[in-house]
């Protein structure tokens, strides 16, 4: 998505039709929700925590159903959520830079939780495709039992060739997305009509009285039933992070228009049938449909899921940009697969690794329903997380009296621990994966945080401020050589270190010299107005801020050519870039315990070079080598 695109997202969406907007949030926000039709009501009555199945218990499920769509996502992420957005872009990082801003060196504990929920989304990224896929595949066993054996090896040449596409963009496919998702809600809604005309008496679940009735009345049956309810609003976290995309009114527009009435009818449905054929609980979604469309309906629900993991996956790659962006992460590779939308990208290592993760999910689990018992729990604690950080937004940014912010927060605090305390049952058959997913990547981005917390203190005590520098420079009266030196340093106010050894060791400096320090803002981007900074030093000294934010990569042959326009005549060929490179040793120095300091040496040794990830033209570099004990 083009920086222009992103200054204004509500703007834009009102400028393009906003049909054509909420067809392609349709097509991209609501796959995963979109989805949970396949496998939600069929845990609830035939999956591992499954509950007796007579007319009292499937009313109060269908109930509760109904009304969690309305009160979790229609009301707390389409009316509140939604507008807690960090100009214009969404998702756990932003709401995270919104309610305590990341770069502060301050221990906040918003920021700590912030962080685990983004770790978390990791393993709803890994799981997602894999149940998805293999919960439409799995339709294949009701058109013929011959084809039960080949349920895993489709799904896996299916996530193999959904991955391996990854590196050619979405851009080919994506136009395909809306249409696409409107055919899937158009057969829920159609499929759930039929079932509805044929005991229309399923519609008494509308009533919260049935859910009211079967919490007071069979408490353990509702508790242990919630684990599974909660699968139909796992997308909950997907289509806020989506928000940047296309703004709060074609995502609000796509929801109450054609989600929430597909999701609505196929449940109540799904639910009719049961009623009429309490043994269609092994898969009411497929025995919902007459038999001659299931072929055309397995094909149609593989498309919606091969949908639902594309935007997961995009989602995982948004994810991670911001969290290197924001300095929770090392560098990796980023590939840009559009000329022309910014937000369409690609990291090869992190796709790689959501494949393996997804092929073991596969092997080891083999079912959907088996791999239901692991989903759901790193999703609901991340809603936990949402509503904790939404109250400090409530309360610091939009200034909300505490009245208005515990009353909502308790309300919001209340449904989303009723969930997630069902899903901890789910821990011992197999919901420890998402969490250990969850707890190692929390791991690796506290340490990459704190590490280079550490790093910047110690560089900045090992070096001398500029201008004391700045003040031998003049006394010093050295030689010029011909040419530009761009020294880059993260401290603004030290001296690069590499520019200490170079006068140090050479004795020289260039013709023009320009000490360049990288900013992330806590904001999605940075104004094109407001990027550059240029402070004249002297005539022959210039200090360069440029700004971005987490949702740009910097990019230092475009900042470059923005210096240009601003004055500084300078050619990225005559520029000659020195840049520091430092030797990390574990040490018992007060900071990390020596495990984490090896840990953080070792993420530092694999990142990817700032050459790559700056654009910095690898052939006019010349590095410093520095060592620096932790």
């Known amino acids: 998505m083009s920086s222009a695109t992103r200054e204004s997202h509500d703007s834009h969406s009102s400028k393009a039709p906003l049909a054509a907007m909420s067809l392609a949030a349709l097509g991209i926000v609501y796959g995963d929700i979109g989805t949970s039709p396949l496998y939600a009501l069929r845990e609830c009555f035939h999956g591992p925590h499954a509950i007796g199945m007579n007319e009292v218990s499937l009313l109060g499920v269908l109930s509760f159903v109904f009304w969690a769509l309305v009160v979790v996502i229609s009301i707390k992420y389409m009316a509140f959520v939604l507008r807690a957005d960090n100009r214009g872009e969404g998702g756990i990082l932003a709401l995270t830079a919104l309610a305590s801003p990341i770069k502060s060196a301050k221990g906040s504990w918003l920021l700590i939780v912030g962080i685990f929920g983004a770790a978390l989304l990791y393993g709803d990224g890994v799981i997602t495709p894999a149940i998805s896929v293999l919960s439409a595949v799995e339709g294949l066993k009701l058109v013929t039992p011959v084809l039960e054996p080949y349920v895993i090896p489709i799904t896996v040449v299916i996530l193999i060739g959904l991955f391996w596409f990854q590196k050619h963009g979405t851009a080919r496919i994506g136009s395909v997305f809306g249409p696409v998702m409107v055919a899937w809600f158009s057969a829920l809604g159609l499929l759930g009509s039929f079932g509805i005309a044929e005991n229309p008496s399923v519609l008494r679940a509308l009533s919260p009285t049935y859910a009211f009735d079967f919490l007071f009345h069979h408490s353990t049956d509702a508790y242990l039933v919630m684990g599974s309810l909660f699968l139909v609003v796992t ?155 939404l109250a400090a937004v409530e309360r610091y940014v939009w200034k909300w009296s505490w009245a208005a912010v515990i009353a909502l927060t308790t309300f919001f605090l209340v449904i989303d621990g009723i969930f997630f ?106 104004a094109p107005h407001d990027r550059l900074k240029i402070e004249k030093i002297d005539e022959k000294m210039y200090r360069v801020l440029a700004k971005h934010g987490f949702m740009d990569t910097p990019d230092v042959v475009e900042i470059v050519d923005g210096l240009k326009e601003l004055g500084l005549p300078i050619e990225i060929a005559d520029i000659t870039f020195f840049l520091g490179r430092e030797t990390l040793i574990a040490s018992p120095n007060p900071g990390m315990a020596i495990w984490r300091e090896h840990l953080f040496s070792f993420m530092s040794r694999n990142a990817q070079r700032a050459t790559a990830y700056f654009n910095i033209p690898a052939d006019q570099v010349i590095e410093v080598g520095i060592q620096v004990e932790l």
Not at 304 to 312: D, H, K, R
Not at 448 to 459: E, V
Not at 501 to 507: D, I
């Open 421 to 526: 305390s069902a899903n901890v049952i789910k821990i011992a058959q197999g919901g420890y994966v998402p969490l250990i997913i969850g707890a190692v990547l929390y791991l690796l981005m506290a340490t990459w945080r704190r590490g280079r917390q550490i790093l910047a203190q110690r560089l900045r005590s090992s070096t001398v401020k500029f201008q004391e520098f700045y003040e031998k420079l003049q006394v010093l009266n050295l030689s010029r050589v011909p040419g530009v030196a761009l020294f880059m340093v993260g401290d603004a106010e030290t001296t690069p270190p590499a520019m200490v050894h170079n006068v140090k060791h050479n004795k020289v400096l260039h013709e023009l010299v320009i000490i360049m320090t990288l900013i992330t803002k806590d904001i999605p981007t940075v």
């Open 235 to 389: 997308g909950g976290e997907a289509l806020y992070a989506d928000m940047g995309h296309f703004g709060k009114i074609p995502i609000r527009w796509a929801w109450f228009v054609v989600t929430l009435p597909g999701l609505v009818l196929n449940y109540f449905g799904q639910g009719a049938l049961l009623l009429a054929n309490p043994a269609a609980a092994e898969n009411p979604f497929y025995l919902l449909a007459p038999d001659w469309a299931l072929i055309p309906l397995v094909i149609l629900a593989t498309m919606a899921t091969v949908i639902a993991s594309q935007a997961l996956i995009s989602g995982v790659f948004s994810l991670t940009r911001q969290a290197i962006q924001l300095g929770l992460s090392p560098r990796m590779q980023i590939i840009h697969t559009s000329t022309r939308e910014i937000g369409q990208i690609y990291l090869p290592h992190m796709n790689a690794a959501l494949l393996i993760g997804c092929l073991w999910l596969v092997f080891s689990f083999k079912t959907s329903s088996n791999l239901a018992s692991a989903y759901g729990i790193s999703v609901s604690a991340t809603m936990i997380i949402t509503t904790i950080l």
